[in-house]
């Protein structure tokens, strides 16, 4: 009955975790696109702020043009530090989320092989039972003692 138990948790946590990865990815995915979305904006800044600057060159010096050009030239660059920022902010939550299903991953999968062994434990266990095979019942227990190392490992990743 122990073995049950640890069977049944072992596939919540299991199935916690995994959806934990999932979502984790999707929204890792989400803010890379996001972030490329604030690239294209910032190049496009960058872009029309280079042909303003070059448009601005061949001014005369005296023009009265030349003073809008500067301001816009100013804003084009402002906007494009704002988008360079909002990366920065976007890049780091990314590889937040990452981590995040990273470390979901490693807990998960021994959670998964602790409810194969321990599964595989109950089964030659209750044909052990059935049976009245004390050998069956023997090679039950190393395979559950081994789905109960998976089981602890999830929790503490000893390995």
């Avoid at 100013?74 to 995040?100: C, V």
Wanted: with cysteine; hydrophobic share 50%.
């Amino acid at each position: 009955m122990f073995l049950a138990v640890c069977a049944t948790l072992s596939t919540f946590k299991a199935g916690g975790y995994s959806t934990l990865s999932l979502i984790s990815q999707q929204q890792a995915s989400d803010q890379w696109a996001f972030y490329q979305a604030k690239s294209l904006k910032k190049n496009l800044y960058d872009l029309s702020r280079s042909q303003l600057q070059l448009a601005r060159a061949a001014l005369p010096l005296s023009s009265p043009a030349a003073a809008e050009f500067d301001a816009k030239i100013a804003e084009f660059g402002k906007k494009s530090a704002t988008y360079g920022q909002e990366q920065a902010d976007i890049r780091a939550k990314a590889k937040q989320l990452e981590l995040q299903r990273d470390t979901a991953q490693k807990h998960g999968k021994p959670f998964g092989l602790a409810v194969i062994f321990l599964q595989v434990a109950i089964l030659l266990s209750s044909v052990a039972g059935l049976l009245k095979k004390k050998a069956l019942w023997l090679t039950a227990l190393p395979v559950g003692l081994l789905g109960m190392l998976f089981f602890a490992n999830g929790f503490w990743l000893f390995f």
